[in-house]
């Protein structure tokens, strides 16, 4: 059973700083790719970035590239989004997402291409 179990998040000032961890449990990166997408309220869910930790090939939304840093630790089968100089337009709820690596970059940002989801967490930014 392929599980994503996600952790961090919470709420942190503007300019603050977070690291969100997806735990992958029941896939290998060598097989799948992850991302992370987020969900503000009354928004259409967002692709944020997508990595194979397999090759260490990342993708970003351009307006997070430089803020935002995906990043994999394959000892844990974990996959890590790093989120500096927060803003309160970034609070949403976050998602970690697997898909088959056979896709690479195609599509990233297309939730039907996913086929496992972590279970969301909040990160709430207040100025």
């Known amino acids: 059973e392929v599980q994503l179990v996600q952790s961090g998040g919470g709420a942190v000032q503007a300019g603050g700083s977070l690291r969100l961890s997806c735990a992958a449990s029941?896939?290998?990166?060598?097989?799948?790719?992850i991302a992370w997408f987020r969900q503000a309220p009354g928004k259409e869910r967002e692709g944020v970035a997508l990595?194979?930790?397999?090759?260490?090939?990342?993708y970003y939304i351009d307006s997070l590239k430089d803020r935002f840093t995906i990043f994999g630790e394959r000892a844990k089968n974990t996959v890590y989004l790093q989120m500096n100089n927060l803003k309160p337009e970034d609070t949403a709820i976050y998602y970690c997402?697997?898909?088959?690596?056979?896709?690479?970059?195609?599509?990233?940002?297309?939730?039907?291409?996913?086929?496992?989801w972590g279970q969301g967490t909040q990160v709430t930014v207040s100025l």
């Open positions: 029941g896939l290998t990166f060598d097989d799948y790719n």
């Open positions: 997402a697997a898909r088959t690596r056979n896709l690479g970059s195609s599509w990233w940002s297309r939730l039907s291409t996913y086929n496992f």
């Open positions: 990595i194979s930790v397999s090759d260490e090939t990342t």
